[in-house]
């Protein structure tokens, strides 16, 4: 069984840069794309973008200026950046696992809620 | 304001088929796959339906999903209270180069 396991600060302060890793185990890091997808509280899901696992990228339009996504497949774990964030990315951040078809996300991170605040 | 399209909410009693849409356009439902997840308060989505119409292992057979032109559906038949949560529609959109998502549908058991 695949286990994804989001880790990194609860709350970023406006304009700063909001950092989370994925650390994935029971599986191989390879032949996937490693995705963050996030949900604002009481919202619906946001696509923000994916690594392969050769460190190729896609970023959702909306937020590409401001993301960065890499992989270390050395350690498993896949990060997210997202730079100059303000209130309207308080968000619960999800990791997840898709395939070749994009929207196949078969296994997912439980979830980190970050907080913009100062 | 989504790229998919879904009803913010339906509703249906115990036992009765339930249908929920999913609206989009030749870039994304039109040409790719379509995706459902089931969400349950506090907790990750999980697949519920991929490739349109394909059902995962573990999920109950009175679930089916359908896509026509730039429209899909998943169906509930016979359904329970257990049935209750948001569900989504996903597909890639060619034109964004991405991943779109529906806006979610509530769906409350009477």
């Known amino acids: 069984q695949v286990l994804l396991q989001e880790s990194g600060p609860g709350l970023v302060k406006p304009s700063e840069t909001l950092s989370l890793t994925c650390s994935v185990s029971?599986?191989?890091?390879?032949?996937?794309?490693w995705s963050w997808i996030r949900q604002p509280p009481g919202k619906g899901l946001e696509w923000i973008g994916y690594?392969?696992?050769?460190?190729?990228?896609k970023y959702s339009p909306s937020l590409k200026s401001r993301v960065t996504i890499s992989v270390d497949t050395s350690k498993t774990q896949f990060s997210l950046k997202l730079s100059s964030v303000t209130a309207a990315d308080t968000a619960v951040y999800y990791c997840?696992?898709?395939?070749?078809?994009?929207?196949?996300?078969?296994?997912w991170g439980q979830g980190t809620l970050v907080s913009v605040s100062s | 304001q989504s790229v998919l399209n879904q009803p913010p909410s339906a509703s249906g009693t115990p036992g009765q088929r339930v249908t929920i849409s999913c609206s989009g356009s030749?870039?994304?439902?039109?040409?790719?796959?379509v995706y459902w997840y089931l969400q349950r308060p506090g907790t990750a989505p999980k697949v519920y339906m991929y490739?349109?119409?394909q059902r995962p292992s573990g999920v109950p057979d009175r679930f089916s999903g359908s896509k026509s032109g730039t429209s899909a559906s998943l169906a509930i038949s016979g359904l329970r209270s257990e049935d209750e949560a948001e569900y989504y529609c996903?597909?890639?959109?060619?034109?964004?180069?991405?991943?779109?998502f529906g806006g979610g549908t509530r769906l409350t058991v009477l």
């Open positions: 490739r349109n119409s």
């Open positions: 996903a597909a890639w959109d060619d034109s964004l180069n991405g991943v779109v």
């Open positions: 997840a696992r898709a395939g070749q078809d994009g929207p196949d996300f078969e296994f």
């Open positions: 029971g599986g191989s890091i390879s032949n996937y794309y």
């Open positions: 030749r870039s994304n439902v039109g040409s790719n796959y």
């Open positions: 690594v392969y696992y050769n460190g190729n990228t």
